[in-house]
């Protein structure tokens, strides 16, 4: 974000704010850390947690939808979002919105899931390849969001466009389930006949096998994309 003490800064997408902590730590006290969420429950935790911190006076916990935000042109240094693009319909607004209160010469930097990445180590490929189709196109609203994101940077107001790909993985299989909301997709796939009772109860099988056997292997990328605003 190329950011220093005393400048004010958007986490857009905050969630419960894990981040805003460490970006206060950055700009300190001069500073100002702006964080939006439209889900009022996550910014009540935000606001908890930095009242606990006592951190409260320089962190702001605002309601607000990244594709309609409440501040002025030109308004921060520096603006960032983390895996909430792949939650937008229309993530080409976000990002303009997103560059519409980022003074000219600030850095934008959004990082987001590349979810027809995701790999998961199973007996069945087939299986998995119709659960992560399925994921993509009906669970999450913008599944391509990661692999998109430079051209989105392309095709807006940036100079200095820099990529970098993060490859996560896990062996635990609870953590993996948890993260890719796959229970969510098995079950939606089974109620829209895309999968029979027979494959899904195959894959569940392996599915335990592994995670008994301690052999169970599942890998995804996340891609960063920053740019400067001309
Ligand atoms: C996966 S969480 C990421 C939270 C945090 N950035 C992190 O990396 O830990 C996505 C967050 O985006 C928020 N969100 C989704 N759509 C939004 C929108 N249109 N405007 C603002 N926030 C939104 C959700 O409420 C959720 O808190």
């Known amino acids: 974000m190329h950011i220093t003490p005393g400048n004010s800064v958007l986490d857009a997408g ?11 730590e950055i700009v300190t006290s001069t500073g100002r850390v702006t964080d ?7 910014l009540d935790q935000a606001n908890r947690q930095a009242r606990e911190m006592a951190m409260d006076a320089c962190l ?10 409440p501040f002025p042109d030109d308004h921060f240094h520096s603006c960032r979002s983390e895996r909430l693009f792949m939650h937008l319909h229309h993530p080409e607004q976000a990002l303009q919105e997103i560059t519409r209160v980022t003074k000219a010469g600030g850095r934008v930097v959004i990082v987001d899931t590349d979810w027809a990445s995701l790999s998961i180590d199973n007996p069945i490929p087939e299986t998995e390849r119709i659960f992560s189709q399925y994921r993509i196109d009906k669970i999450i609203n913008n599944g391509y969001s990661g692999r998109s994101l430079h051209r989105l940077f392309r095709e807006s107001r940036f ?6 790909v993060f490859p996560l993985f896990t062996t635990d299989v609870n953590l993996f389930y948890a993260l890719s909301v796959q229970e969510i997709v098995e079950n939606q796939a089974l109620a829209d006949n895309v999968i029979s009772e027979q494959q899904l109860t195959d894959w569940r099988k392996h599915m335990q096998q592994a995670a008994a056997a301690e052999t169970f292997y599942s890998s995804i990328d996340i891609v960063m994309v920053s740019g400067t605003v001309a």
């Open 60 to 69: 702001h916990f605002q309601q607000a939808d990244v594709c309609s935000l």
């Open 36 to 42: 939006i969420d439209h889900d009022r429950e996550m």
């Open 159 to 164: 100079l200095d466009i820099d990529i970098e």
């Open 14 to 24: 905050c969630g419960p704010g894990i981040d805003a902590f460490a970006l206060a």
